[in-house]
């Protein structure tokens, strides 16, 4: 997206090279990478990355509203509701497809939202693979409110750690080492010193929790949690000591509840120019004419699943729960990185953290996706070359 930057990238690149830099990725990190890293960053030019913080800004607006808690309670499902005091979003994550404007310029589209930890350690450190295999000017960086990479690490360190020492915080998983995802977890160890643990190890003793680490028992104090509801659904005879929704003597970082509230939920409350029309489905009085410009959604599913690109009103009706939906408006993904041999198009997700005392998130790096397919997402780019997770670079 910015010529002179993809010109230099793509005239250096080559298959050979980009499997040296997959093949450093696994020296450093042995078979910790589990998803496809793209062939290349994206290069944001300054009115796009300008137009991603104002529709940030306009979110975060949203979620500082004195009723956001009241408008959504009905997202945290009863039996999913962890107790203790939420606190504020530590993580918030607004996932974007880059777009063309009418007037021809590309801007942002919200598609998907979370108060929910992302990739941090992987998306900071992975900008400086890229650098080492090919040609990335200083005119372009991944960090937007801090400084760079060793700020970024610091700051992530004070928020997950607090006050207590590294071994007595740990990054939640279920099963951590089978995640596609465990190649953060390895750098979250590497840079802020918090092992994953998986929740079936995890002991409890009245209201405090521990861990066992080189035949000890350690009392966890926080957590930097990473478990998603979802997925625990998929194992309706897990066996733990401890469940979620216990109430203990820990810190949340973040609370589990913000991962309902900053959701799909929350779409429909949203408004803007880079904020595609969404509605309750069962709020709807009538169905919008041009249903097939709309793409139907659950409201209590995630990383894609139950997503239905192609809907009709006799769908719609089908459906006894109707309150568990919401129709987005879609939107059309503009085709805007040049690969070898095409345009692919991208998607560009900002990561947040709000550390206690802050007036206002701070946007600290992002995460960008790129796809051939009609989604973005692995089934939708199977076999296919300059797909998958990758940085965004911005203009300074």
Same mark, same amino acid.
Request: net charge negative; hydrophobic share 50%.
């Given at each position: 997206m910015i @010529?002179?930057?993809r010109q230099r990238y793509n005239a250096a690149f080559s298959p050979a090279r980009y499997h040296e830099m997959l093949a450093d990725i696994e020296r450093q990190l042995p078979g910790q990478l589990d998803f496809r890293v793209a062939e290349t960053p994206v290069f944001v030019p300054a009115v796009l990355r300008d137009k991603l913080i104002a529709a940030g800004k306009n979110i975060i607006e949203v979620i500082q509203r004195p009723? $956001?808690?009241? *408008?959504? +309670? %009905? %997202?945290?499902?009863a039996h999913q509701r962890v107790p203790g005091p939420e606190g504020r979003p530590e993580f918030l994550t607004f996932d974007f497809a880059v777009c063309r404007h009418a007037n021809g310029e590309l801007e942002?589209? *919200?598609? +998907?939202?979370?108060? $929910?930890p992302s990739l941090y350690a992987f998306q900071s450190w992975l900008p400086g693979e890229f650098s080492r295999f090919f040609p990335i000017a200083d005119s372009v960086t991944p960090f937007l409110e801090v400084s760079g990479f060793e700020a970024y690490q610091e700051q992530m360190r004070q928020l997950i750690l607090g006050k207590e020492a590294a071994e007595n915080v740990i990054l939640l998983e279920l099963f951590p080492e089978k995640q596609k995802t465990r190649i953060d977890f390895a750098l979250s160890k590497k840079f802020w010193g918090i092992g994953a643990v998986c929740l079936t190890k995890i002991q409890k003793k009245g209201r405090e929790l521990f861990y066992e680490k080189d035949g000890k028992q350690i009392q966890i104090k926080r957590i930097y949690n990473r478990i998603i509801f979802d997925e625990l659904a998929r194992y309706p005879d897990l066996k733990t000591e401890f469940t979620l929704t216990d109430d203990v003597d820990v810190t949340w970082v973040g609370h589990p509840n913000w991962f309902f509230r900053i959701s799909k939920y929350t779409l429909p409350l949203l408004h803007g120019p880079f904020v595609p029309p969404s509605y309750y489905l069962h709020e709807l009085a009538e169905y919008p004419e041009n249903l097939e410009n709309y793409?139907?959604? @659950?409201? $209590?599913? $995630? %990383?894609?699943?139950?997503?239905?690109l192609h809907v009709t009103a006799a769908d719609l009706d089908a459906l006894t729960d109707k309150h568990n939906y919401l129709l987005q408006r879609k939107v059309t993904y503009e085709p805007v990185v040049q690969s070898p041999d095409g345009l692919v198009k991208c998607e560009i997700r900002l990561l947040y953290i709000w550390p206690a005392g802050e007036a206002q998130p701070k946007l600290l790096t992002g995460l960008s996706r790129l796809s051939r397919g009609e989604m973005i997402g692995v089934d939708f780019n199977k076999d296919k070359d300059w797909v998958g997770g990758t940085s965004p670079l911005f203009e300074r």
């Open positions: @010529p002179e930057h009723d $956001f808690a009241a *408008l959504t +309670e %009905a %997202a945290i499902p942002p589209q *919200l598609i +998907e939202m979370q108060g $929910f793409v139907l959604k @659950p409201l $209590f599913s $995630f %990383a894609g699943a139950g997503v239905r």
